[in-house]
């Protein structure tokens, strides 16, 4: 596992960006795992500037998406692939056709869960999967638990994550409490991770994911057992991780 330090959120975004771009520019065709969230924002907004300048082509890139919430609509303005569409895919040359998010307006989760199962395998898998961090240690949508959820499934969200995601929506009552999302091994199939972390407040879960026990009660410790992650933090982040 590399661990690089960034000054701030800024700083993080670049350094984040710039591992992306390398492995866009090195595989044209590659298979990327994209995150939603306040955190990726900055790294896709330095993907569409260098994209601007003539530095990278997503001609043939594909990608998958980690989650969607479940009874969202792609016209809604909180769903993950208008999301997607307003922070990368607009200002980029991917092919529409080759990006894949899951469906939330599919009522039968089994049905959608065996879908997504099936255009992760087609693809060829990942070859760069980007991660977010929760509060609570989830990464997709893959909470807290019993046990690491292995495939796409639905989950229900837990309060914490419902009260991080409200700041999007009008009211705490609009945020969905379910959602499509990868699983713990199709995240971990991802020949590449990236992790990217910003923010004092997430200082004691980044420590715990990547310094503690791996157990499901924290979702993302379980990448300590990847062999190849990458974390880009920023200084906030990191505190309670000591340097060296």
Not at 78 to 89: A, I, P
Not at 100 to 118: F, V
Request: charged share 25%; glycine share 6%.
């Amino acid at each position: 596992m590399k661990v690089y330090r960034a000054r701030d959120y800024a700083d993080m975004s670049r350094k984040a960006a710039n591992i992306l771009s390398a492995q866009v520019i090195m595989k044209p065709n590659c298979v990327l795992g994209l995150a939603t969230g306040s955190t990726p924002v900055g790294v896709y907004k330095q993907l569409i500037e260098w994209y601007k300048k003539g530095d990278l082509d997503f001609s043939e890139v594909t990608t998958v998406n980690l989650d969607e919430y479940r009874g969202l609509s792609r016209e809604h303005s909180q769903s993950y692939y208008h999301f997607m569409h307003e922070n990368l895919f607009k200002d980029v040359n991917i092919r529409p056709d080759h990006t894949n998010i899951p469906n939330g307006m599919e009522p039968d989760a089994n049905l959608e869960c065996a879908r997504y199962n099936q255009v992760i395998e087609s693809c060829g898998g990942i070859d760069m999967q980007l991660l977010g961090l929760g509060h609570n240690g989830h990464i997709g949508f893959n909470e807290p638990g019993e046990f690491f959820e292995k495939m796409t499934h639905c989950v229900n969200l837990t309060e914490s994550t419902i009260e991080a995601n409200k700041r999007f929506f009008d009211s705490a009552d609009e945020v969905p409490r379910q959602a499509y999302t990868m699983g713990i091994k199709s995240i971990m199939q991802a020949r590449k991770i990236l992790l990217i972390v910003s923010g004092r407040d997430k200082a004691e879960i980044l420590r715990d994911s990547l310094y503690g026990a791996v157990t499901s009660n924290v979702p993302a410790s379980i990448l300590q057992m990847h062999n190849d992650v990458t974390v880009v933090a920023d200084e906030a982040a990191l505190s309670l991780i000591p340097k060296g």
